[in-house]
């Protein structure tokens, strides 16, 4: 079993509709969690970090369940520009350290 | 603010050959990390960094690879010789000692023939 899994999709959805992804980790001793968008032959980008109580950014809403060890990236009233692969990142350390990447949940919003 | 430097962005090589990866991290940041990244594997963390010296280094798919970090703002991966498998876009990415998240720079894109 992998330490960090997600649903590679890919999901293709329409402009404007609310689109969720969630990821599974396997070590319930994990400590900070994140969204990273990577958008085609580029690097990826922090989306935002992921809090226990749960954190918005505009259109974006992250989710942390420890219980069930797994976090969920919601994206609301989707954009065209939305449309990349989203990884889910989880760390051992609330500092820099070893983190394992997922390989990623593929988006593409169509007109 | 520039972000993390590589060098050089495209490599082409023979299968044989040695190739040096090169890496300027964020200044002022503690960790370095570097990465392979392949359609069948995702994005794999190969080594890192405190403070330039080596952490872990078990993601090193062999001893083909070396990777080193002489100072601060530079790090160099290295594979001798290379061989089609390695073909792959490798990026490096640093942090600084208080965060978790990662600043990757844009990727070398390596193919073997």
């Known amino acids: 079993r992998k330490e960090v899994e997600q649903d590679p999709g890919p999901f293709n959805v329409p402009e404007g509709a609310t689109v969720a992804f969630n990821c599974t980790y396997?070590?319930?001793?994990?400590?900070?969690?994140?969204?990273?968008?990577?958008?085609?032959?580029?690097?990826?980008k922090l989306l935002m970090s992921v809090y226990s109580s749960g954190n918005e950014d505009?259109?974006?809403?992250?989710?942390?369940?420890?219980?069930?060890?797994?976090?969920?990236?919601?994206?609301?009233?989707s954009k065209l520009s939305d449309s990349a692969t989203y990884l889910c990142v989880v760390n051992f350390a609330f500092n820099a350290g070893k983190?394992?990447?997922?390989?990623?949940?593929?988006?593409t919003v169509k007109p | 603010d520039a972000g993390v430097i590589q060098s050089p962005r495209h490599e082409v090589t023979?299968?044989?050959?040695?190739?040096?990866?090169?890496?300027?991290?964020?200044?002022?940041?503690?960790?370095?990390?570097?990465y392979r990244q392949t359609m069948m594997r995702g994005l794999e963390l190969l080594i890192y960094f405190n403070n330039n010296v080596p952490i872990d280094d078990s993601g090193m798919p062999e001893d083909r690879f070396s990777a080193k970090m002489p100072n601060a703002s530079f790090s160099t991966l290295k594979i001798q010789p290379s061989e089609p498998r390695d073909s792959a876009v490798y990026f490096c990415a640093s942090s600084p000692a208080d965060r978790a998240d990662r600043f990757f720079g844009p990727g070398t894109r390596l193919t073997v023939l």
Not at chain 1, 99 to 104: A, E, Q, R, V
Not at chain 2, 17 to 26: A, G, N
């Open chain 1, 26 to 44: 396997s070590n319930s001793a994990s400590q900070s969690f994140f969204w990273y968008r990577q958008d085609c032959r580029k690097e990826p």
């Open chain 2, 14 to 34: 023979e299968m044989g050959q040695e190739v040096t990866l090169r890496c300027k991290p964020i200044s002022g940041h503690d960790y370095l990390f570097w």
């Open chain 1, 58 to 77: 505009g259109r974006f809403t992250a989710q942390l369940n420890r219980a069930s060890q797994y976090i969920s990236l919601l994206i609301r009233d």
């Open chain 1, 99 to 107: 983190s394992t990447f997922g390989d990623g949940t593929t988006l």
